[in-house]
């Protein structure tokens, strides 16, 4: 992917998750799990404009990363250390965490999302 990315075709819900993944990666803290991007994502479900999203849960966050990792935003990786072979895929941004909250601050549904992104930049 560019240094734009096109989210226009990508669910609200996409994009709460996809805000998720860059404020973790603004932080330092990918590749990270499905879990610890819903809770990102639900820290900053008071950001979301308009659409009642609510929460999230895991499963939802793990299909819609599916979908965005179909889609070249995310990059998921497994790391088979773990016992039963099954580890968890962690998950990182493939575009620049800039191109992301440029196309979330596009949306008046998101902008909020993008603000708070920025904020974490400061």
Same mark, same amino acid.
């Given at each position: 992917?560019?240094?734009?990315?096109?989210?226009?075709?990508?669910?609200?819900?996409?994009?709460?998750? +996809?805000? #998720? %993944? !860059? $404020?973790?990666?603004?932080? /330092?803290?990918?590749?990270?799990?499905a879990g610890e991007i819903r809770r990102a994502c639900n820290d900053a479900m008071d950001a979301v404009e308009g659409d009642?999203?609510?929460?999230?849960?895991e499963a939802e966050v793990a299909r819609t990363l599916?979908?965005?990792? +179909?889609? #070249? %935003? !995310? $990059?998921?990786?497994?790391? /088979?250390t773990s016992p039963t072979?099954?580890?968890?895929?962690?998950?990182?941004l493939v575009p620049p965490a800039e191109a992301i909250r440029a196309a979330l601050a596009n949306d008046d549904r998101t902008a909020g999302l993008a603000d708070r992104i920025g904020s974490l930049d400061s």
């Amino acid at each position: 992917m560019s240094e734009r990315a096109e989210l226009d075709t990508e669910s609200l819900s996409s994009r709460v998750v +996809a805000a #998720g %993944v !860059v $404020e973790l990666s603004v932080r /330092d803290e990918t590749p990270a799990h499905a879990g610890e991007i819903r809770r990102a994502c639900n820290d900053a479900m008071d950001a979301v404009e308009g659409d009642v999203l609510g929460t999230v849960t895991e499963a939802e966050v793990a299909r819609t990363l599916n979908e965005l990792e +179909a889609d #070249g %935003v !995310v $990059e998921g990786a497994r790391d /088979d250390t773990s016992p039963t072979g099954k580890g968890r895929p962690d998950y990182r941004l493939v575009p620049p965490a800039e191109a992301i909250r440029a196309a979330l601050a596009n949306d008046d549904r998101t902008a909020g999302l993008a603000d708070r992104i920025g904020s974490l930049d400061s």
